[in-house]
């Protein structure tokens, strides 16, 4: 979020325009208003000149109010969902079973639980230590060989290709979820890649330029099809949890009092009147940042609709680096078109890429999975867990914005992360910039709005069916994701993991695949490890672009 409200000052160009086309719409109180904060923000500031943190203080209170209010909608949500995702609907979690299974105690008389016990556990954490200790001591001795765990494959003579990427923990997370889910996640990435292949080899594509995040390959077409997706997603599962949430609303405005929300971490009432809160201090910040107040509601639906679909992917299909294939700024306005929103409007969209683009491990889905292991672990009196992660989330928004500013004014910007510091700024006003230079209308609206709708009864079709026929063998979960970026670096280990649980399960039954567990455990538990302790190698030996793998990039 920081790097990207300097960004339209710094990068402003005479051939971009920039100065006219965009600055002059952004309001005073959401940017730093000094020039030179911002040339200092991404050049690094002389040794002589301090910090300009009084350039700061009013953006960052505003977009501290902001956060509050985007916070208070998410925390309280879950808490509404809770009910109906873990008790009713009985959802895998498989995130969650890992630490579950780390805090098992020891028996009598022992000094570790049963999971450390299991020779099985220590093979599986040594398979990726040892594969992926090779990129790491490359990076200090470059004549030691790095095992590669990466290719391409091209597809329809280079139209498309394939990323192939071999990664430990997302096949230990697919051993853990069912197979259908696990064989869906994987399926439907080929499936579209094919269909993307193919309309390209045709030479057809919906009218329009492809924007950013809209897919790991994937055409315009396939985007769109799987934001309808992702809708319809959104829209069966809250159907299906009617009866909870007439129950909680009931609970909240007094017309059902028997309702029991004692194991929750907030008391109904108190989440459906922080809901409406939220919601309402989320639309009139927006519509005071430039967006105009009938389309707000629409914004924030569709961002939240994105929110609740990649938690509800990740709690059932174990995926936690899932992003949806089109951000609400891109599908709101290739929905309205630029011709019934305003060029302020427009400007205000650029900013909201800093919240709901890049969102591969949703704040949601951590506090959905903080609920489940709290029900897992049967605490009796679980609302303390809601200070808690109020305090967390207060403790890492403020530590980050001040360490995000801190780090740039003493590096400069352009010399950290490059997408965080280069990439999201000029990608985000680029598009208020293309949209603002080349309106337009129906002519390009209505196609989307056809493959959207397309995307949408393929998902209704395969979750009717799913839900109506007991044979039916396809499940719905991997079309709203199916060429996002992360799975197309994904797929390939999903496969794996889904080809090992189907052939232990197939010839082995559930006893075989309890006695395995350990081992892919310990592939899950081995990356990380792996990873992390390289970061904190290179944190005190100062070694810079050594990058070792704890998941999917």
């Known amino acids: 979020m920081i790097p990207t409200l300097p960004g339209a000052e710094y990068y402003a160009t005479p051939e971009n325009n920039w100065a006219e086309l ?34 700061w203080v009013v953006p960052l209170a505003a977009w501290g109010i902001f956060v509050v209010a985007f916070f208070a909608v998410i925390i309280s949500s879950m808490v509404i969902v809770r009910r109906q ?25 022992r000094s570790l639980g049963p999971l450390f016990r299991s020779r099985l556990l220590w093979v599986g954490m040594a398979l990726p230590w040892i594969v992926l200790s090779t990129h790491g001591l490359h990076a200090y001795v470059n004549y030691i060989p ?14 498309s290709s394939l990323r192939v990427l071999l990664s430990f923990s997302v096949i230990g997370f697919t051993y853990l979820i069912n197979l259908e889910i696990g064989f869906s996640l994987w399926f439907f990435h080929l499936l579209m890649k094919l269909q993307s292949g193919l309309l390209t080899r045709v030479g057809y594509d919906i009218p329009g330029i492809q924007e950013v995040f809209t897919g790991g390959g994937g055409t315009i077409a396939v985007g769109q099809e799987s934001m309808g997706a992702t809708i319809a997603l959104v829209a069966f599962s809250l159907w299906t949890g009617r009866r909870h949430l007439r129950a909680v609303f009931g609970k909240a405005f007094g017309t059902a009092p028997q309702v029991d929300d004692e194991d929750e971490i907030m008391s109904y009432r108190a989440a459906v009147v922080t809901l409406l809160a939220g919601l309402t ?28 679909a990649l938690t509800r992917i990740i709690a059932e299909g174990g995926v936690g680096f899932c992003r949806t294939q089109m951000v609400p700024a891109v599908f709101t306005v290739y929905t309205f078109g ?8 427009l400007v205000s969209s650029a900013f909201t890429f800093t919240w709901s683009s890049e969102i591969r491990s949703p704040l949601m889905a951590a506090v959905m999975h903080a609920m489940k292991m709290v029900d897992s672990v049967r605490v009796p009196r679980p609302r303390p867990l809601l200070w808690a992660i109020v305090l967390a989330a207060l403790i890492g928004v403020v530590s980050s914005a001040l360490m995000t500013v801190y780090l740039a004014y003493t590096y400069g910007g352009i010399n950290l992360q490059g997408w965080a510091f280069s990439g999201q700024p000029r990608t985000a006003f680029a598009f208020v910039e293309q949209k603002l230079n080349s309106p337009f209308g129906a002519e390009i609206t209505v196609p989307r709005m056809a493959f959207a709708g397309l995307g949408a009864t393929m998902m209704a079709t395969l979750m009717y069916a799913r839900h109506r026929f007991i044979s039916w063998p396809l499940h719905y979960l991997g079309l709203p994701i199916a060429t996002s970026w992360p799975i197309s670096l994904a797929w390939f280990s999903i496969m794996l993991g889904w080809l ?20 892919f455990l310990g592939l899950i538990v081995g990356q990380i490890s792996c990873g992390a302790s390289w970061m904190v190698l290179d944190y005190f030996t100062g070694m810079v672009g050594n990058w070792v793998s704890v998941g999917v990039p």
Do not use: C
């Open 281 to 308: 201090g989320m639309a009139l910040w927006l519509n005071a940042s430039g967006m105009p107040l009938w389309l707000t509601p629409f914004f924030v639906a569709i961002a939240f609709v994105s929110f609740f």
């Open 85 to 109: 995702w873990v008790e009713h609907e009985r959802l895998v979690f498989p995130l969650t079973q890992v630490p579950l299974e780390m805090i098992q105690p020891p028996e009598r008389g």
């Open 146 to 159: 790095r095992i590669e765990t990466s290719t391409y494959l091209d597809l329809f003579q280079d139209l």
């Open 22 to 55: 965009i600055l002059p719409l952004i309001p005073k109180w959401m940017v730093p208003q000094d020039p030179l904060a911002a040339k200092y923000f991404y050049e690094g500031a002389p040794s002589h000149v301090a910090i300009p943190w009084k350039a």
């Open 500 to 519: 090992f649980k189907l052939f232990i399960v197939r010839y082995g039954g559930v006893r075989l695949y309890r006695a395995f567990r350990p081992f």
């Open 338 to 345: 630029t011709g019934l929103i305003e060029p302020s409007g």
